[in-house]
Nanobody, 130 residues
């Protein structure tokens, strides 16, 4: 059974930093691209970032480019999202996602968000507030 467990969220002031982690189990982690998705209060789901199987290729939404960094440790079966220069618009529930197939694309179809295609963690809350 695929399991994804996010951690690292919390309350941070504007301009601050957080590092999210997603621990994976139940599948061959190194075979799959991994993604971060977020949902801000009252808004839809948004693809935030994606990373290829060995971490050589990364992608970011325009809204976070230059501030967020995705990485992975295949030995630890963990994907990370380093978030710097946080602002109130980054307040959201952040999900770790593995799509059904091993191949990757960016961004994945938005229709996949509505039906939550793939495997999702329970999410970790990030709140940016002064």
């Amino acid at each position: 059974e695929v399991q994804l467990v996010e951690s690292g969220g919390g309350l941070v002031q504007p301009g601050g930093s957080l590092r999210l982690s997603c621990a994976a189990s139940g599948f061959t982690f190194s075979n799959y691209w991994m993604y971060w998705v977020r949902q801000a209060p009252g808004k839809g789901l948004e693809w935030v970032s994606g990373i290829s199987t060995i971490g050589r290729t990364t992608y970011y939404a325009d809204s976070v480019k230059g501030r967020f960094t995705i990485s992975r440790d295949n030995d630890k079966k963990t994907v990370y999202l380093q978030m710097n220069s946080l602002n109130v618009e980054d307040t959201a529930l952040y999900y770790c996602v593995r799509l059904p197939s091993a191949g990757g694309t960016w961004p994945p179809p938005n229709s996949w968000l509505m039906t939550r295609v793939g495997s999702w963690g329970q999410g970790t809350q990030v709140t940016v507030s002064s």
